[in-house]
């Protein structure tokens, strides 16, 4: 009996040590973290940070962590506060659901001074001086959770998302929306977290905001985001925005390769909603016929986004038919179960898998023969189910005649797939046809092998 009453006052003091590690116990400066009382888990962010960024300098000192957040004070901030821990907690949750990861440790990293000590600063995991973090740095004003205390924050936060989701480099659509993104993701924060009063509030004032882009008295809010927001899903929409221009918009290496013109714009858009979303745009920014001939030509350079629109292209699927040669297969074979054969069965649930390959030099190559000559112009990749480590980073594709003589058609480095089972497609400037196509994959994500669910590949006639 006593040596049970034992074990059970040894088990609570054991999971009272484990539950504190997250809320940062006190120091001889009341509401410090303590380094000698702690003990963090592995994983875990530092206790302190010194700021090197834009025009901040001071000491952060880690008030609160979790797998979703880390928030810092400076010495000056008044203690205890803890209010933004369980809110940038949820938002963060949130946004990571809506937008999909953010690389890195995938933490959020909020910052807080007592008085401003310079300009708000955004940081993103493309960024080094930030130490390649999600974050932001901002004043208080006053201590309450209201107002600008939550409002600028979550602008900051639309920053981060706006320019790293999906693990890609910049905003795609900057050119377009302005800095107007903020508004509809800051609605979308309060209303998914049921915090009704300042979804309110905040849909008050930019319900009444214009912009001078693209034209004069253009109500960004009220005329686009809000009837797109509440007719097509709310956060569901935001998200398959950003998940499409990841998955389909070129990109370079890690980046966007250019942002969106208005045609681009509306047609993603009209693809993260399934519906034609010209109309509307029409409404609320006018039209013009530069803007009907960009989203003709969006629609034929990108015509596998799901809405209904007149298609303004052929295409052709060259894979069809072809013949498939790799430089290594898989060790059961083409037709095993993860053999060559997968990367061209038209079923991204299934995927070609070679391992044994040389790190520091991949040199692995895969071919289609097809069925006569043809000109390809796009072809695509569909990223495995698991391990992104496998993954293709650089390449070059060729074609030949006669599967000896090869021109260089392509080349690409620093690919990211920022999902699983993902495709991307890639336009190729090639007006020459060839009967033998091959891919000379040149280095993957530091894995010994190889992998992808599918390789297609395409001639689209405008």
Not at 35 to 62: M, S
Not at 105 to 125: A, M
Not at 252 to 274: I, K, L, P, R, W
Not at 344 to 366: E, H, R, Y
Request: aromatic share 14%; net charge negative.
């Amino acid at each position: 009996m006593n040596k049970n009453i034992v074990k059970i006052i040894s088990l609570i003091f054991v999971t009272s040590l484990l539950c504190s590690c997250n809320d940062d116990e006190t120091s001889l400066i009341e509401g410090l973290p303590d380094a000698i009382v702690n003990t963090d888990p592995a994983g875990a962010p530092p206790r302190e940070i010194n700021e090197n960024w834009g025009d901040h300098k001071d000491k952060l000192y880690r008030q609160f962590f979790d797998k979703n957040v880390a928030v810092y004070y400076d010495n000056d901030v008044k203690r205890p506060l803890d209010w933004p821990n369980d809110f940038f907690k949820n938002t963060w949750k949130q946004v990571t659901n809506t937008y999909g990861d953010f690389g890195g440790d995938n933490r959020l990293y909020v910052v807080f001074h007592d008085k401003s000590k310079g300009t708000t600063y955004v940081g993103t995991t493309f960024n080094d001086e930030s130490g390649n973090r999600s974050i932001f740095d901002l004043a208080f004003e006053g201590y309450e959770m209201k107002g600008n205390n939550i409002d600028n924050p979550l602008l900051a936060i639309s920053q981060i998302v706006e320019t790293s989701s999906r693990g890609i480099n910049g905003s795609p659509a900057q050119a377009v929306w302005g800095n107007t993104f903020g508004e509809i993701f800051t609605y979308d924060i309060y209303t998914t977290l049921q915090m009704q009063a300042d979804a309110d509030r905040i849909a008050a004032v930019y319900n009444a905001k214009t912009e001078n882009f693209p034209k004069e008295n253009t109500y960004w809010f009220k005329d686009w985001y809000l009837p797109i927001y509440k007719d097509h899903g709310g956060s569901l929409v935001l998200g398959n925005f950003f998940k499409l221009a990841g998955q389909f918009f070129p990109t370079n290496g890690n980046s966007y390769d250019h942002q969106m013109n208005m045609g681009e714009f509306v047609h993603f858009f009209s693809g993260a909603t399934g519906d034609d979303l010209q109309p509307l745009a029409e409404a609320a920014f006018g039209w013009s016929d530069e803007w009907q001939e960009q989203l003709l030509d969006a629609r034929a350079d990108f015509p596998t986004l799901n809405y209904p629109f007149e298609p303004v292209v052929n295409i052709t699927d060259l894979t069809t038919g072809a013949k498939l040669t790799v430089s290594k297969d898989n060790g059961n074979g083409a037709e095993g179960g993860e053999g060559s054969l997968k990367l061209i069965d038209n079923d991204l649930n299934t995927k070609f898998l070679v391992g044994g390959l040389d790190t520091n030099n991949i040199n692995f190559w895969m071919q289609q023969e097809l069925t006569e000559a043809a000109v390809v112009n796009k072809y695509n990749f569909t990223s495995g189910n698991d391990a992104p480590d496998r993954d293709a980073k650089n390449w070059e594709l060729l074609g030949s005649n006669d599967g000896s003589a090869w021109t260089s058609l392509d080349k690409r480095t620093n690919q990211v797939f920022s999902g699983r089972n993902q495709t991307r497609e890639f336009v190729v400037e090639n007006e020459t046809a060839y009967k033998y196509y091959r891919i000379n994959i040149t280095a993957n994500y530091g894995s010994d092998a190889i992998q992808i669910s599918e390789w297609r590949q395409y001639y689209v006639r405008k």
